[in-house]
């Protein structure tokens, strides 16, 4: 028995792209709507999915094709500092041989208002290029 989503989702030529797609997340999108217009109910395809996201994946296909398969990519949390301030405090920095954390971490406060936590500051440390030392 043909289920009502089978013209829709069935019309793209999706077996031959299934067959074909190397993204695992797009594979399991294609593998639940191939099952889904064969006939399968989606409460019996779901292999650890949300029924929620299983509708969410066949109303994407019947809007967007197989164009909305693929996770879009997210922005996330805007960077506190912006890249002309990572440039000056480079700058600011390359200035003096020997910084500790702390009087980092104080100079950004100080010059772009902005407080970080010890363990982001070793990773802007990084993403500046700069290397972290012991003095002794």
Request: a positive charge.
């Amino acid at each position: 028995m043909q289920s009502k989503y089978y013209e829709i989702l069935s019309k793209e030529g999706d077996k031959k792209r299934l067959k074909r797609e190397r993204d695992p997340k797009v594979k399991l999108k294609l593998v639940l709507l191939n099952m889904v217009a064969l006939g399968m109910s989606v409460k019996s395809v779901l292999y650890g999915i949300k029924l929620r996201t299983a509708y969410l994946w066949i109303n994407k296909w019947i809007k967007e094709g197989y164009e909305g398969m693929p996770a879009k990519e997210r922005s996330g949390r805007p960077p506190k500092l912006s890249k002309e301030q990572k440039e000056e405090l480079k700058k600011s920095l390359e200035e003096k041989e020997y910084w500790t954390t702390k009087e980092i971490g104080v100079l950004i406060k100080e010059k772009f208002g902005v407080e970080y936590k010890k363990s982001r500051l070793y990773e802007l440390l990084k993403e500046l290029g700069l290397k972290l030392s012991k003095p002794f």
